[in-house]
């Protein structure tokens, strides 16, 4: 089976996950037509949500107000199949992580924590924005916008 997905993990996958999953897929159009990129399927999976949920509505309103549509995002859970599939596991905290190394017989070659590749960044973890006020889910997302360059950098360098 070809590794050809870029797969966000979160919790519920209707807040963190699918914004990291929308903001990714906006980078990736900017890219030119001839970036090896361009065939990357580009997803996002909960450890324990329940499928079928919708975009918490505060992730789809930050989200649109950097011109990026995540309205018809669809939660589903991760899989073994899934990750049979993925070339890089980008997890929203080392929970995440810990999660699927403890429920799944086997990882992607490339499993880490978003803001991992951030160089200095302050924490690993993002906080979850579920139950909290628009601010929150405006600083999530600034945060997961700030590692989209070291993401596409990483995956430009380790994707052929």
């Not at 979160?10 to 159009?29: D, F």
């Given at each position: 089976?070809?590794?050809?997905?870029?797969?966000?993990?979160?919790?519920?996958?209707?807040?963190?996950?699918?914004?990291?999953?929308?903001?990714?897929?906006?980078?990736?159009?900017?890219?030119?037509?001839?970036?090896?990129?361009?065939?990357?399927?580009?997803?996002?999976?909960?450890?324990?949500?329940?499928?079928?949920?919708?975009?918490?509505?505060?992730?789809?309103?930050?989200?649109?107000?950097?011109?990026?549509?995540?309205?018809?995002?669809?939660?589903?859970?991760?899989?073994?199949?899934?990750?049979?599939?993925?070339?890089?596991?980008?997890?929203?905290?080392?929970?995440?992580?810990?999660?699927?190394?403890?429920?799944?017989?086997t990882m992607p070659p490339h499993s880490f924590t978003l803001l991992s590749l951030v160089p200095n960044a302050a924490h690993t973890d993002i906080?979850?924005?579920?139950?909290?006020?628009?601010?929150?889910?405006?600083?999530?997302?600034?945060?997961?916008?700030?590692?989209?360059?070291?993401?596409?950098?990483?995956?430009?360098?380790?994707?052929?």
């Open positions: 089976m070809k590794r050809d997905s870029v797969i966000f993990l979160c919790t519920g996958n209707i807040c963190r996950s699918p914004m990291g999953e929308g903001l990714l897929k906006h980078a990736i159009a900017a890219l030119p037509d001839s970036s090896p990129l361009k065939t990357l399927r580009v997803l996002s999976a909960g450890t324990f949500g329940e499928d079928g949920m919708r975009a918490s509505s505060n992730s789809i309103i930050a989200l649109d107000k950097v011109g990026v549509d995540i309205s018809r995002h669809v939660a589903q859970s991760i899989t073994q199949e899934m990750l049979d599939g993925c070339f890089a596991l980008v997890a929203m905290t080392q929970a995440h992580l810990d999660t699927v190394r403890r429920y799944f017989k906080l979850d924005p579920y139950g909290y006020g628009m601010n929150t889910y405006i600083e999530v997302r600034d945060e997961i916008i700030s590692a989209m360059p070291h993401l596409v950098k990483f995956l430009e360098k380790e994707y052929k």
